[in-house]
DNA sequence: CTCCTTGCAAACTATTTGCACGGAG
DNA sequence: CTCCGTGCAAATAGTTTGCAAGGAG
């Protein structure tokens, strides 16, 4: 019994091909290439010969959002990107110039976003951080 | 002659009503309320009379934005906001409650953000930090 | 069996573009 | 005058939804 059809009962989902499916991708995703949009997960499902809709991966891709099994992204305007949940939180760096995005955490940055936001008398939901880098030339 | 001719003139666009209009709107806009959806430009000068279209809004906006004027924001997925440039850069506060955008801007964050990424070998070109909160209660 | 899911196509939302006319310089 | 800029409608891109058929428990 693979560990995908528990993580999905768990969310409350029937297992399904599709949901299957998409979670298997999204776990089997290389370390470096880990963001998905709707289309990304669509066309490697048609790659590998599976029958699914388009409409099906923007729902399963919901779904699986709100269980809290994968993380929605807006790097830029015009579409969403998604990851699996890892558990830990992390930030973005978004190379403009490969498209390569890398993950990192740094508490000092983390830390003080929570005092700023306590300053002015509100409590941190959650917050986006995206650094836009260009590889440094010399 | 109006400050906002100049600045047209100085981004190398023509001076014409739709131009100036917006422009106008964006400057004189309240402190607590500087962040407008293409929709919002559009409905406010609809509201003041002015037969300026939609497409025509997002045309100058964009010219706007690509002249250094107006800086876009992706707050949410599915839709675009627009804030005067004032030349300083700052982050965003948004609280999911009220929709309320508070500015601020933080040394601290800032630096590490550019250690961050030079540590890994890029050049920092742009960031994008946004904190959603909700008022704290007590 | 009974619902939850799915595929397909149509619907939607935000934004962009083609085209002929109108206005700025 | 000569183009650039504009309004309108049609086109696009990404995402969502209605519906009837299919599949999980």
Same mark, same amino acid.
């Given at each position: 019994m693979s560990s995908e059809n528990?993580?999905? *009962?768990?969310? %409350?989902?029937?297992?399904? /091909?599709? *949901?299957?499916?998409? +979670?298997?991708?999204?776990? =089997?995703?290389?370390?470096?290439? =880990?963001?998905? $949009? !709707?289309?990304?997960? &669509? *066309?490697? +499902?048609?790659? $590998? %010969?599976?029958?699914? %809709? /388009? !409409?099906?991966? &923007?729902?399963?891709?919901? =779904?699986?959002? !709100?269980a809290g099994l994968v993380v929605r992204h807006n790097f830029e305007a015009g579409h969403s990107v998604f990851e699996l949940a890892k558990g830990d939180h992390h930030d973005h760096i978004v190379c403009l110039t490969t498209g390569e995005v890398v993950e990192f955490f740094d508490e000092v940055i983390e830390t003080r976003q929570r005092q700023l936001v306590e300053e002015r008398g509100y409590e941190l939901i959650d917050h986006s951080l995206v650094l836009y880098v260009r590889p440094k030339k010399d």
């Open positions: 528990q993580e999905l *009962r768990k969310a %409350g989902l029937k297992v399904t /091909l599709p *949901r299957v499916k998409i +979670l298997q991708l999204l776990e =089997q995703a290389e370390d470096d290439n =880990q963001h998905f $949009s !709707a289309e990304d997960v &669509y *066309r490697a +499902l048609m790659e $590998s %010969g599976e029958d699914v %809709g /388009l !409409a099906t991966v &923007y729902r399963v891709l919901t =779904q699986f959002e !709100a």
